[in-house]
T-cell receptor, first 115, second 112 residues
């Protein structure tokens, strides 16, 4: 099955700025997820999104983060007031249905560098 | 608390060798288990789901032991292209949870 595409592939921003990372579904998926991976560390769950609403979020996903699907197509992750420790790969994933048994497929990621 | 633990390796094996990776998970309520592979600076790619009865896909065999909370992956006849980091992945700790918990991965290098 096709995965998702993500833009940009690399984003460099200054500390304190806001960034928007985009996930573009190839077909009409309903279930989306954001994960991040700090260099050299494990992949960590941020948030899951279903039917235009957040269904689960982790402790990492605090008020600094938000997600939305503004035009019914692109799925965005907004990070406000970026910090140095936000530097990481951010992966969007999708699944064909919700529930623990459904497999998740990852996009190529956006590398965020906060300077 | 580490939800998923793996031996980080690295494992360096010659072509044609058989190699096994092990993983343990902490939450007995977890329902779904997966192996992903990740190449350097790339996204995780699903290798296979792991079922209670065990499952095989070509050279790859996965096993699950719920009583011991232990998952394994066996790779037979290793190829150079198998060189990657293998991630043990378990679903979240709530009923119906969609989030995945990843291990830190086991690095495999297949040597010519």
């Amino acid at each position: 099955e096709p995965e998702v595409t993500q833009t940009p592939s690399h984003q460099v921003t200054q500390m304190g700025q806001e960034v928007i990372l985009r996930c573009v579904p190839i077909s009409n998926h309903l279930y989306f997820y954001w994960y991040r991976q700090i260099l050299g560390q494990k992949v960590e769950f941020l948030v899951s999104f279903y039917n235009n609403e957040i269904s689960e979020k982790s402790e990492i996903f605090d008020d600094q983060f938000s997600v939305e699907r503004p035009d019914g197509s692109n799925f965005t992750l907004k990070i406000r007031s970026t910090k140095l420790e936000d530097s990481a790969m951010y992966f969007c994933a999708r699944s064909s249905a919700t529930g623990p048994s459904y497999e998740q497929y990852f996009g190529p990621g956006t590398r965020l560098t906060v300077t | 608390r580490k939800e998923v633990e793996q031996d980080p390796g690295p494992f360096n094996v010659p072509e044609g060798a058989t190699v096994a990776f092990n993983c343990t998970y902490s939450n007995s309520a977890s329902q779904s288990f997966f192996w992903y592979r990740q190449d350097c600076r790339k996204e995780p790619k699903l290798l296979m789901s792991v079922y209670s009865s065990g499952n095989e896909d070509g050279r790859f065999t996965a096993q699950l032991n719920r009583a011991s909370q232990y998952i394994s992956l066996l790779i037979r006849d290793s190829k150079l292209s198998d060189s990657a980091t293998y991630l043990c992945v378990v679903n979240g700790d709530q009923t119906g949870a969609n989030n995945l918990f990843f291990g830190t991965g086991t690095r495999l290098t297949v040597i010519p």
